[in-house]
Structures are given as structure tokens and as C-alpha cells.
């Protein structure tokens, strides 16, 4: 299971109050939003409070058929030491079975890239259409994408870690549903991104290859453990 330190340094974002992030970075707030949609108007909005959600960005794509990418990052500010980073957690909603043309990634990555599995290192979960999850992992020296067993029930709020507490070279994967016993989906062979010395920054992201589908889904939170 993943671990815990004694005295981590913490980050955590809750998405709730304040403004909606945009393309423009703002002074003390590191998300931007991505949105690459040139004629549909994807729509990006706060969430009421829930009995497991204090809130959270909701983001839906517009029925538009056109290649569109959705989500936010830290506008490349690549703020995070892999080999200071424990973990990292994300609560993430999908609001429906996706399309088999749509795609949600998130993690952490290098810099921006409208496939997220390109960014020349990363670790991150993946989902596909029928909402089955993966996983993958890649530096100088290797790229990898590996199935799990865990399909996701649609509007279902699931928490998702990648623990770093092991090194880069031992990278485990949990998931599970809110509240509940959270399963390592990466067994029985952890990841490892041991080639890469790049600092990096979380990232979620929506794409579209095409078609009229308005797949949608809710960031809750998102936090991290770094070592001191």
C-alpha cells in the first residue's frame, strides 16, 4: 500500500470558490486551462457540493465534431522533483461511459502536449473508451501502457494515487472508489520511469478526436507528498 512519511510536505487544491482557471496564467495560481477546441465552445464550471465532493471544476466537451483538447496543467511550469515526490492523489468523476473516440489522461508529465502519452516523460492513468483504466509510464528509455482490470462506473467519484515513495524505478498505481479500499492496479509488475531526471507537473486532460459525444468529467481534487 502506499506509504506515508512522518513529516511530508503537502499539496493540495480542492477547486472549490475563487475563479475558473483560463489560457492566462495568473500571478500566485498555477493552473491554466487547455482548450483547444477552434469552433465549439466546451464548457468549464464549478460543481455544487455533494456528500463526498466539496466542490470541484466540471468540464464537458460541446457537441461540435472537431479535434478538441480539454483539461489543466501548470501552463509548463515544471515545478515538481520526481525523486522529492512520494505521491500523488487525484479524485476525478467521469460522468459517462466515454466514446470510443475520447480519451482522459492524468499525472504527471514534462511539457504540454496535445497526446498526453507523448510528453517525453510521465506517469500517468489513461482511460478509454468503455471506461476500461491503464496505466503508463515513460522516460529516455522506455514507454509503457499496460491494461488494469478496473473498468470505472460512470458518475462515480474515484480516488487515484501514483506512489513514488519506492524511486522512480518502483512505481506503484492504486485506485478505488471514494471512501473504499483503494487496489494496486499495477500488479504484479510496478512502472519506472528511472531514466528520466526531469521535473515535472500534474496534469488532466480530455481529448477528442472527433464526433458529436459531450463526455464530460469532474477534477475533485488534486494533492501530493514530497519529501523534505
Do not use: C
Not at 515545478?79 to 489522461?105: C, H, I, K, P, Y
Not at 476500461?132 to 462515480?156: C, G, H, M, P
Not at 473504499?180 to 521535473?199: E, K, Q, Y
Amino acid at each position: 500500500m502506499e506509504r506515508h512519511l512522518r513529516n511530508p510536505a503537502p499539496y493540495y487544491e480542492e477547486f472549490f470558490g475563487g475563479a475558473i482557471p483560463t489560457a492566462a496564467a495568473v500571478v500566485g495560481y498555477p493552473w491554466v486551462l487547455r482548450d483547444t477546441s477552434p469552433a465549439g465552445a466546451p464548457t468549464v464550471a464549478f460543481q455544487n457540493q455533494t456528500s463526498l465532493e466539496l466542490g470541484g471544476l466540471s468540464f464537458a466537451m460541446s457537441a461540435t465534431s472537431e479535434a478538441t483538447v480539454l483539461g489543466l496543467d501548470w501552463n509548463d511550469i515544471r515545478a515538481w522533483n520526481m525523486d522529492r515526490l512520494q505521491q500523488v492523489e487525484f479524485g476525478v468523476r467521469v460522468s459517462q461511459t466515454l466514446n470510443a473516440n475520447s480519451r482522459l489522461a492524468f499525472g504527471v508529465g514534462t511539457a504540454y502536449n496535445a497526446d498526453p502519452q507523448a510528453q517525453a516523460a510521465h506517469a500517468q492513468f489513461r482511460l478509454t473508451g468503455n471506461n476500461l483504466l491503464r496505466i503508463a509510464a515513460r522516460d529516455s528509455a522506455s514507454n509503457v501502457e499496460q491494461s488494469t482490470t478496473l473498468t470505472l462506473v460512470a458518475n462515480t467519484l474515484y480516488q487515484f494515487v501514483i506512489d513514488f515513495s519506492r524511486g522512480k524505478n518502483f512505481l506503484q498505481f492504486y485506485a478505488g472508489t471514494y471512501g473504499g479500499p483503494r487496489n494496486n492496479v499495477s500488479l504484479p509488475t510496478p512502472l519506472s520511469i528511472a531514466a528520466s531526471s526531469d521535473a515535472v507537473q500534474p496534469f488532466i486532460l480530455m481529448t477528442k478526436a472527433s464526433g458529436t459525444q459531450t463526455d464530460a468529467f469532474v477534477l475533485d481534487y488534486v494533492k501530493a507528498e514530497f519529501r523534505r
